[in-house]
């Protein structure tokens, strides 16, 4: 099982970009799925979280930019950030809880990361 993000990149402060992630491999459900993200120096935190029945929370200072949603029969979340901030600059991770099998204990799954930097 592994997850893999995609669509990072460098942006101008007040842009946006969409982050996506798809989980694949031998996978029976996937539950909870979130965006973490970790910048240089500091440590890694949770930036929000989607649940199967949709969900969500968000860091308080990303809320009202940020929006996470789910398409459940890709296993894929997305993540669309508008008006960035510099300090929003970070590789992004992409995690999830995910069942190989009926009755298997979930696996914490994460992703490799994809890098978002904010120029002011």
């Known amino acids: 099982v592994q997850l893999v993000e995609s669509g990072g990149g460098l942006v101008q402060s007040g842009g946006s970009l969409r982050l996506s992630c798809a989980a694949s491999?031998?996978?029976?459900?996937?539950?909870?799925m979130r965006w973490s993200r970790q910048a240089p120096g500091k440590e890694r935190e949770l930036v929000a979280s989607?649940?199967?029945?949709?969900?969500?929370n968000y860091l308080a200072s990303v809320e009202g930019r940020f929006d996470i949603s789910r398409h459940n029969g890709l296993n894929t979340i997305y993540l669309q950030m508008n008006n960035l901030k510099p300090e929003d600059t970070a590789v992004y991770y992409c995690n999830a809880n995910i069942l190989e099998s009926w009755g298997s204990d979930p696996k914490n799954v994460w992703g490799q990361g994809t890098q978002v930097t904010v120029s002011s």
């Open positions: 491999g031998s996978i029976f459900k996937v539950g909870t």
């Open positions: 989607i649940t199967a029945g949709g969900n969500t």
